[in-house]
């Protein structure tokens, strides 16, 4: 009953979307999308004669996440899916709406902390050989990461801690820094997956490709990072930097990974400790000044 409910719900909002034949559906987790409903469902799809097991994400067909999720599996897929698992997908277009069935994988496992590191490099470089045609980098939905569903929401909550904690001068500074981040033709950009938390990386592959674009490769290595070490002070973080080989004598990449690491750090739930955030925020701004980027007494 809850199940034919939501799905009518659904149906009503946008009479030209349907869902697939399925059965023991069921929700299951949450995520911090502004694009896809809050409530997605693990189900059994019935394809002819075969039982699917698959994962459901209802999408506004216009956003930003879907855009980006429909260019993957159109542009980019082709070019890894046979290095790495990645969910097939059936998909169920609307006026409004968009329903994705991501076929589940048998080995969902995600690697254990003495390997991590091991695993993200083989993953990485696999990535890093990505081709991204230039009608698609052109593209602000693919290319701007300060629009990101992903990114926006963390960045606006570093802004209001900043103000809170460090005076409202270093939102401004905050700003000049992903100015320069962004405008910086000597870092190095390319395909990422955008989302490495604890769950989309695999033992043998990357799942939910929500928030992936055509953005500096630092933000791959910051969210990497942030999802899958707790850290607490800066020897902590350069060790993991130097773990993964990161280029900390190059002052650009190293200003984008502080950049991108600081702002990760304030995701929905798992936000760094105060202190922490500080020593961050020392190192980020310390290093924008050395670079000219920021003045002592100008805001």
């Known amino acids: 009953m809850e199940q034919d409910l939501y799905e009518k719900m659904i149906m009503y909002y946008d009479p030209e979307v349907h869902f697939a034949d399925v059965e023991d559906a069921g929700f299951i987790g949450q995520g911090e999308g502004m694009y896809t409903l809050n409530s997605y469902r693990k189900v059994t799809l019935l394809v002819g004669d075969k039982k699917l097991p698959a994962f459901e994400k209802v999408f506004l067909r216009d956003s930003p996440d879907f855009k980006k999720m429909s260019w993957f599996y159109e542009e980019i897929y082709p070019q890894i899916g046979s290095h790495l698992d990645i969910p097939e997908i059936i998909l169920i277009k609307g006026k409004r709406l968009a329903v994705v069935y991501f ?12 390997c991590i590191i091991d695993v993200y490099k083989k993953v990485s470089g696999i990535l890093d050989k990505v081709e991204v045609s230039n009608d698609m980098a052109k593209q602000k939905v693919i290319s701007d990461f300060s629009v990101s569903s992903f990114f926006h929401p963390k960045y606006k909550r570093a802004q209001t801690w900043l103000s809170v904690h460090m005076g409202p001068d270093n939102t401004q500074h905050l700003e000049l820094i992903c100015k320069s981040v962004s405008e910086n033709s000597s ?38 990072i942030r999802f899958h070490f707790r850290l607490k002070n800066r020897t902590d973080f350069y060790e993991v930097c130097r773990s993964m080989d990161l280029p900390l ?10 950049f991108f690491y600081f702002v990760l750090s304030f995701s929905k739930g798992g936000k760094a400790s105060n202190d922490f955030l500080k020593t961050i925020w020392s190192e980020l701004e310390g290093h924008a000044k050395r670079m000219g980027i920021l003045r002592d007494g100008v805001s």
């Open 249 to 258: 004598q190059n002052r650009d990449e190293m200003l984008a990974l502080l």
């Open 103 to 114: 076929v589940w994988f048998e080995d969902l496992s995600v690697p254990g902390k003495d």
């Open 187 to 224: 870092v190095k950009w390319g395909f990422v997956h955008g989302d490495l938390n604890a769950t989309n990386l695999t033992n043998t592959g990357l799942i939910d490709f929500d928030y992936c674009g055509f953005h500096p490769k630092m933000f791959e290595y910051a969210s990497f």
